[in-house]
Nanobody, 126 residues
Framework: QVQLVESGGGLVQAGGSLRLSCAAS????????MGWFRQAPGKERELVAAISTSGGRTYYADSVKGRFTISRDNAKNTVYLQMNSLKPEDTFVYYC???????????????????WGQGTQVTVSS
């Protein structure tokens, strides 16, 4: 498994931007599919965006398409989530996830991802 540490969360006004980072250590993250999930208290984790090992394939939830961009820098073992035009309904704890065994796509439910970060709070005020 790989260890994941998120950063970049915080409080922002509606319409603003934040960039989340997820630094991986322990194993070469370039062999891992990476994703960002978000979760509200008492709710299931939702896949927001995911990216293939090479960065050539991405997935976005409909709710964030056109506003969020996932990218990765394998040389730095880091994946990013650029969040623009933020809305109050984007207020969640955001989690980074990774897995080296996922194949044939990037959209997978939470139970299939083996490594998770500790989460970072994103709060968007109206």
């Amino acid at each position: 498994q790989v260890q994941l540490v998120e950063s970049g969360g915080g409080l922002v006004q509606a319409g603003g931007s934040l960039r989340l980072s997820c630094a991986a250590s322990g194993r070469t993250s370039s062999t891992y599919v990476m994703g960002w999930f978000r979760q509200a208290p008492g709710k299931e984790r939702e896949l927001v965006a995911a990216i293939s090992t090479s960065g050539g394939r991405t997935y976005y939830a409909d709710s964030v398409k056109g506003r969020f961009t996932i990218s990765r820098d394998n040389a730095k073992n880091t994946v990013y989530l650029q969040m623009n035009s933020l809305k109050p309904e984007d207020t969640f704890v955001y989690y980074c996830a990774a897995d080296s065994a996922l194949r044939n796509g990037v959209k997978f439910p939470p139970n299939l991802w083996s490594s998770w970060g500790q989460g970072t709070q994103v709060t968007v005020s109206s």
